[in-house]
Nanobody
Framework: QVQLVESGGGLVQAGGSLRLSCTAS????????MAWFRQGPGKEREFVAT???????DYADSVKGRFTLSRDNAKTTVILQMSSLKPEDTAVYYC???????????????????WGQGTQVTVSS
């Protein structure tokens, strides 16, 4: 089992920056990928970014160039640095983890077995 805890959400003005953290505990010695999804008001949960065990990354087109993933050396904490934030980035942001190889697309929420509780990000115009 893997437990995920997010932190760093809050209220920011458009154009500002926020830093989200996701720390994993439990079965962290295995090879796993960690991702961020978000769910805006009245919307479905959507893919934001993922970092594979190898360190490679993938970003949704809507955040590419504005959001950046990084990871600590222990590979237990993933940071989502968000800049040039827009009101449409307002959402609850969820951290997710997947163990082993992906059976399908890493952009699908169903590929991730473990989820955090979510952290609210609000961008005012």
């Amino acid at each position: 089992q893997v437990q995920l805890v997010e932190s760093g959400g809050g209220l920011v003005q458009a154009g500002g920056s926020l830093r989200l953290s996701c720390t994993a505990s439990g079965r962290t010695g295995s090879s796993y990928s960690m991702a961020w999804f978000r769910q805006g008001p009245g919307k479905e949960r959507e893919f934001v970014a993922t970092m594979w065990w190898t360190g490679g990354t993938d970003y949704a087109d809507s955040v590419k160039g504005r959001f950046t993933l990084s990871r600590d050396n222990a590979k237990t904490t993933v940071i989502l640095q968000m800049s040039s934030l827009k009101p449409e980035d307002t959402a609850v942001y969820y951290c997710a983890a997947h163990l082993g190889l992906f059976g399908g697309s890493w952009r699908r929420r169903g590929e991730y077995e473990y989820w955090g509780q979510g952290t609210q990000v609000t961008v005012s115009s």
